[in-house]
């Protein structure tokens, strides 16, 4: 499945984290041959919990399951728990409570580790003769001209490839884009995003929360029997304080700070923290490249769409890409981005937008959230209409 010194591709994919993976594992039955670029790939699944946890909407969820990629029956496959409601509190007396049963679904979301599902995607295409892994580092691209049908990738290794389309799928700090020289329009929340799993006392019942406070989102999302993983986007400050405390009094604190709802914490996994920004490239595509996932936007994680996006950008990249052809054509492409951008630039706003709303501490923007949240909460069709939304 390796390949030191390949020569030429259809499309090669660099990166093979979630959004990597996925489009690789989604191409397996194209008419293309398919490289993915990726020095790193995933560790064999261990019994410790991931810290790195993802909100996967049932839409993208079942897309997985078509891939074969959602394998919940084997040992090393997925760990997931279904999320049957979602009860988001404000920073006043505001509530908001999204419920499955009450919108006609068998849930809103699903739960799971990183790591294994990166290893099930991996595993989809174990056996397809269409994709090639090179375990190496790109070092430079020579980009073609519009009329050239592609670009050399070179690699640290000393081969070289030459594919007619390049996808961008390396992460926020993607290093093809910036060989592409292609800039990003910034907004740093100025949060950190703090994160760690809990074994709780009580049962979660398949509920997410979410509190709004003075010191920023606080998010528990339900994992198997009585876990869940917090997310916590607060300042930096208030972030090293949370980093620096031993696992028993971080257990204490997340409980409290959630009014004990699910009882006595105990720490399974230590804090990690990553900063949060909202980014969004100039370009998504050029001849011959397209842009994709975290490479291409990323947004602020208390509506946890961020891997959605991404996968919604694989989905409608491998669909467009069914069509056959040159998979590097500009005209195909721009209509590709020309979709996303509209999910995308929604997602942003609406996230940076609350992030925005709750930061403001006056006393009139505190009473019209949550008036505002109560009043949403109270209009089914308005409540039933965000839930569609983010199922897709």
């Known amino acids: 499945m390796v390949s030191l010194r ?42 410790a919990w991931d810290s790195r ?10 897309w997985l399951r078509s891939l074969q990629a959602w394998e919940t029956s084997d040992p090393d496959g997925v760990r997931c728990q279904a999320v049957q409601r979602m009860r988001i509190h404000g920073d006043g007396d505001g509530c908001l409570d999204f419920d499955a049963l009450d919108a006609g679904l068998p849930e809103l979301a ?20 269409n994709v090639r892994v090179i375990s190496t580092m ?39 884009r910036q060989q592409a020289g ?21 049962p979660h019942r398949g509920t997410a929360f979410q509190w709004f406070r003075p010191d920023g989102v606080l998010a528990w999302l339900p994992l198997p029997g009585n876990r869940i ?17 031993s696992p028993e009094r971080l257990a204490e604190k997340v409980a409290a700070a959630g009014d004990q709802l699910l009882g006595r914490f105990t720490c399974i996994t ?52 069914a069509e056959g052809g040159d998979p590097g054509e500009i005209g195909r492409l721009t209509a590709y981005a020309a979709r996303r951008r509209e999910d995308v630039a929604s997602m942003q706003l609406v996230t940076g937008g609350l ?16 008036l505002g949240m109560n009043l949403t909460n109270h209009l089914t069709p308005l409540n039933q209409a965000l839930i569609r939304h983010a199922i897709l």
Request: with cysteine; aromatic share 6%; hydrophobic share 45%.
């Open 110 to 129: 699903w739960i799971a580790e990183n790591g294994r599902l990166q290893a099930c995607l991996w595993r989809s295409w174990r056996n397809s003769p």
């Open 53 to 62: 946890l993802f909100a996967f909407s049932p839409g993208n969820v079942a």
């Open 229 to 245: 993983s917090m997310v916590w986007s607060t300042p930096p400050e208030h972030a090293a304080e949370l980093r620096a405390l």
């Open 138 to 176: 790109a070092s430079h691209v020579i980009w073609g001209g519009s009329e050239s049908g592609g670009h050399h990738l070179h690699l640290i290794n000393g081969s070289s490839l030459h594919a007619r389309l390049l996808v961008a799928a390396d992460g926020a700090d993607s290093w093809l």
């Open 355 to 370: 992030k925005k709303l709750f930061a403001c501490p006056d006393g009139l923007s505190l009473a019209l959230r949550n």
């Open 270 to 321: 230590p804090a990690a923290g990553f900063p949060l920004k909202r980014r969004r490239a100039r370009e998504w595509v050029r001849p011959g490249l397209v842009l994709l996932g975290d490479a291409a936007h990323t947004v602020h994680p208390l509506a946890g769409q961020g891997v959605n996006l991404g996968f919604r950008d694989s989905r409608l990249l491998t669909s467009l890409l």
């Open 182 to 202: 292609i800039d990003l329009d910034v907004e740093d929340y100025r949060h950190i995003g703090v994160v760690a799993n809990f074994a709780t006392e009580r």
């Open 6 to 47: 390949p020569s030429r591709a259809d499309i090669a994919v660099l990166g093979g984290g979630l959004n990597g993976a996925a489009l690789v594992s989604a191409l397996r039955h194209s008419p293309y041959s398919v490289v993915l670029v990726e020095p790193r790939p995933p560790q064999p699944p261990r019994e």
